[in-house]
């Protein structure tokens, strides 16, 4: 089997290269960013391509590494703060490069299986219990509407052209080596001697926190698992929701503090009080996440700690 990752050398797209070469699966990679050799060794990585998402870059792909049974699609924005800054760098780097791919696919690959690595924000910020896939999409940020439009698309080659696909809507995710988002910012401070942390909102906020490594085992037996239909949509979240107040005391407590967390009660723009999966789709599959958050949050705190000895 190959298999193809477009953001392969991004957060997620590293662990799902590693998860993937560790099954023995020949994995190669389209994205930004170079990757020396050790490291292209270490991911398990056959080939890697540092370019646009293209025609031009994915036939010189095809020539390296053959035409590939599986690609997991990846690339794309991966911020709602610069979504809302620059809408149309997000629109380009998440819409035009999901079209470019499926376009190219639909002539090239027209047997591969796609798996779109999308995102909770395509739900909005209306719902405050556990969330269905078939739950009203009412995306309040860019970066939601964006990947919403990335998921038509997909259905549409599906259903017109036979390209098969299965959607993922991630939650959460976190875990070492992620530098930047809520994690991030709190070690930083933590690091710069806070004592005391004032974040944004409420801290009742509920997320559905999945570590990297259980999302990148995920994404491999859905990869490894054609849908039974032309287009699938399944949530890549456990259905357990944590309130960012106690994410903060976790991490607190894992730095080996004690200190007082405020909340400024200002939410941000585009962020939903509630974020939490209904599994029930996914438990079908009979995946089990392994990792619970209070011990990845620590395994997070003791990787950062070692960024800054």
Known sequence: MTIWITGANGFIGRYLTRELAERGLAVHGLGHGAIAEPDKHYLGMRDWLNGEIESANLNALAVRAGLPNVVFHLAGGSSVGVSIAQPYEDFSRTVATAARLLEWLRTNAPECHVVVVSSAAVYGSALVERISESATTEPVSPYGQHKLIVEQLSRSYATTFGLQSTVVRLFSVYGANLRKQLLWDICMRLRDGAGALTLGGTGREQRDWTEVRDVAK?????????????????????????????????????????????????????????????ASRLNALSFEWEIAVRTGIAEYVTWFKGQFP
């Open 218 to 278: 995920l994404l491999a037996r859905v990869g490894c698992n054609p849908p039974d239909q032309a287009v699938e949509i399944i949530n890549g979240g456990s259905g357990i929701g944590t309130s960012v107040a106690d994410i903060a005391q976790y991490v607190t407590h894992a730095w080996g503090l004690n200190i007082p967390v405020e909340f400024s009660g200002v939410a941000r723009p585009g962020d939903p009080l509630c974020l939490v999966a209904d």
